[in-house]
């Protein structure tokens, strides 16, 4: 069967074997830290041929080491995207095996077709950020090294207000760190929060869903240092526009103290830029700028 023929949404058997190769481990390796990937993200993190990857993502899929999830099928059919993958079984088979990822009991084949549109289009954002720290990282020789967070962090807050106290829980998208070559033993960490203008940027009451109850959370948990293992620790958000960016900004600066805590970009202008190391980060004092090394 010719390779253009193969079903895209269902796996055959009529798919040549294959001999799994050391850039075969890394592109199931950076499919799963990331959850969900396009293949244009996964060739911006092992370059080389492109439609070599297509080729060799392709057969990955149809023996079960990646898989496709189905939220993508509308755009996809469209043309309007590249193809998206997640770990298969066997993928987490083979990082469980050879690369001491903790076992679980999770059939991820049903859990990517359980996926729906929005966090999938939520996950590519966010990965979208980590790779450009990862290429910037390689750009500058390694000078700065990304450093993953090794655990899931959530935490709850307790925000004391006239009428009664309210508990935000705090679920930051990425929790990474950059740790400069002239300084080893110091990690500067970061909390990413994309944000895609779903929610409102303020509402009547901290019970209810905004962006300004997640600036007040982290806000709190810097002032009350709940995290002993972050006593510094920057915020970065990654937004729509411009324009929303100074919208963010604005509510930012309705902060008591501590609005340099919070850091802010729009994606196109962050694009543009080419390097997100050396990117003139909005803050939230307003007026201000700073770059990340």
Known sequence: MSSDRLPRFSRTKTIPAIQLTARDCEIIRHTFEHRFLRSSQIHALICGSRQQLLRRLQRLYHHGFLDRPRAQIDYYRRGSQTMVYGVGNQGVKLLEDKFSIPRRKVDWTAKNRSTNRYFLEHTLAVADVIIAFELACRRHGQMVKLVHAEEFFHWTVQIRQPAATVSIGVVPDQVFGLRRKDKPTEIAWFFLEVDRATMPVERRSLKQTSFARKLIAYHATWQQKLLKGFPRFRVLTVTTSAERVNRLVQECGRLERGQGLFLFADKKTL??????????????????VETLT
Do not use: M, Q, V
């Open 271 to 288: 694009s543009a830029h080419g390097d997100i190391l050396t990117f003139p980060w909005k803050t939230g004092k307003t007026g201000t």
